[in-house]
Nanobody, 125 residues
Framework: QVQLVESGGGLVQAGDSLRLSCAASVRTVSTYSMGWFRQAPGKEREFVAAFLWGSSSTDYIDSVKGRFTISRDNAKNTVYLQMNNLKPEDTAVYYC??????????????????WGQGTQVTVSS
């Protein structure tokens, strides 16, 4: 059973930075595709960034390119989402997800079987 625990959310001002962490059960980070999603009030869950299993390639939605960076530490079984120059529209609950995915399915939340509980990120203007 894969377990994921997010941390690092908080209340910040526009332009600030946060680093989210997703601590995973043993070997998850190195053997699963790992993704970050977010859900704002009244909106659907949205893909943010991902690593593909077996690859060092990353994927981001256009609105966070150049501001967010996904990374992982296999030794610590942890995935990070470094978020710089935060904007009020980044406000959401951020979720970490894991799954054995390939190709474009990495952007599809329904393809990930394992999820963390979420961490709130609030950006004030």
């Amino acid at each position: 059973q894969v377990q994921l625990v997010e941390s690092g959310g908080g209340l910040v001002q526009a332009g600030d930075s946060l680093r989210l962490s997703c601590a995973a059960s043993v070997r998850t980070v190195s053997t699963y595709s790992m993704g970050w999603f977010r859900q704002a009030p009244g909106k659907e869950r949205e893909f943010v960034a991902a690593f593909l299993w077996g690859s060092s390639s990353t994927d981001y939605i256009d609105s966070v390119k150049g501001r967010f960076t996904i990374s992982r530490d296999n030794a610590k079984n942890t995935v990070y989402l470094q978020m710089n120059n935060l904007k009020p529209e980044d406000t959401a609950v951020y979720y970490c997800a894991a799954g054995r995915l390939v190709g474009s399915s990495r952007r599809d939340a329904s393809k990930y079987p394992y999820w963390g509980q979420g961490t709130q990120v609030t950006v004030s203007s």
